[in-house]
């Protein structure tokens, strides 16, 4: 059986560093996977190479059955890999809703195709909804700007789903956000469609444990482990790293 | 609220400034109707300028290359082809949009400053090559003797000052309405949204080039249609009237005007063009000099301005998500 992401032998050197060293990665449809490790690892590198913002010196992505290795992050986002970056990354001048909306507008079916303004009315109908599951509806009209940073975090989500993702990249999602948020952010992550692929970076473990059923461990550009969150958790190997990685 | 009471005021002041603008004729001289029937050419060129700098992000100093291509287009076709203006418009702005499609290559995959110093050389090439095709352009003499324009077939020749305002005028009114709804549409929201965050654009799976290509392209065909009022208004045009002087003056009224909006534009591109009108007078000479402290100035604030406005000035693959800005003053807070 053959995933819906399998990259393979993946091998990033920032000059004599080695950020990954021959890393596998297989996720299957509907995969709620996470990537731990202890800083410098290269977590963050994975996602980049396979969200297409870095290019690996050796090894291959496949999404979906085709090699994407030299696509960029546009086209690989409208094959369906989507990313929710550390840092919010909204529009800020743009209100909620139009971030929602330009968000989905690539992704988008019109449903009379030449109609003028079909895809925005498409994708403006796909925006309210979104908004309403991520609790954003009051502030709808707001520009992105304004949003307090856990906002920023939901609208961000909202955003990505608006792409019709098949694999969503969650890059240390619940950094800066209060414990309530969090708390919210988990549920708004546990109710995502189960059709949704997701490899999930995240330092905490206990979110780590919630959300994922399978859990790899990076070490030094190279994995240590991987297995389900029960085997993870109980390894030897795993607390040594963190105990040597993490202070 | 307050949003509301703003546009409102915004709508009134802007249905005063046409009712101004449509009785003007009657109330100034033909001289003074003659020159403002060029500012409005100009003030459309500044619309462009406005598209591409503020909206796109693209801050360009080449928008004379499309108006003056669209210019001498309409020139040529009004000696020997057709007075007909609605032909002479489409022409022009053709004219425009195609210089500025085989530009394109150059100037979308460049931002912030290198823009700049892109488009520069262009229009400046555009000069050049205006002064030396005399066989086409006439040279450094330009053409003149271009026939008064006919609006639409069976209306009469503009023979007066007044009539060729106001047929600059209608058409200006019409091009800037069209551009206002363009920009609500699905084409606008995208622009902003990449002026905002390249890279966010890009990482939701939209093609950015594609998108500044056609905004490219646009911008060329209203400079064009910008360079036939400015034939119809003068029935003279030489290499002098595209000069880098004008480039920079438009941009100058652009960043004045706040580059966000069109109004903006307009009024910053008016202001600037009556500024240098006024100091030709008052002080023979200098006018370059006052605009060019003006300039300096105005660059000079430029880096708070042109941060949050228009974000392209940061470099390509700097990381682009920096939490937003309502600590940054766009230039026109800043002069408030």
Redesign the interface.
Known sequence: MTGLLEAREVSVRYGSLAALDGVDLCIHDGQRHALIGPNGAGKTTLLNVI?GSARPQRGTVRFDGRDVGRL????R??RGI??I?Q????????TAT??V???A???VIPRRRWW??G??RAAQHLAGPLLDQMGLTAVAAVP???LA?GQ?RQLEIA?ALA?RPRLLLLDEPAAGLSAIEVGRLVELLQALPRAVAVLLVEHRLDLVYALSDTVTVLRDGQTLAAGTPDEIRTSPLVRQAYADGVA | MRGEVIRRARGGIAALVLVGLVVAPWVVDDYTTSILARTLALALVGVSVALLTGVAGMPTLGQTAPYAAGAYACAVVGSRVSDVGVVQLVVAAAAGALLAALTVPLVVHARGVIVLMITLAIGELVVIVLGRWRSVTGGTDGLAGIPAVRPFWGFPALASDQARYLYALVVVATLIGVVLVLLRTRAGLVLRAGRDDETRLRASGHRVAVHLSGAHIAAGAIAGAAGSLLVVAQQYISPADFGFDTSALLLLGVVIGGTASVGGALVGAALVIAVRDWLFGVLPGHAPLVLGALFVATVYLLPTGVNRARGRLRPRDAPAHEPVAHDQATVAEAHR
């Open positions: 969200g960029g992050p546009a086209a986002a409208r989507n990313r970056h840092r919010p990354a909204v529009f800020p001048t743009l139009e971030n909306v330009v968000a507008l690539p992704r003028p303004g895809r925005r992105a700007g304004h940073h920023r955003m792409g």
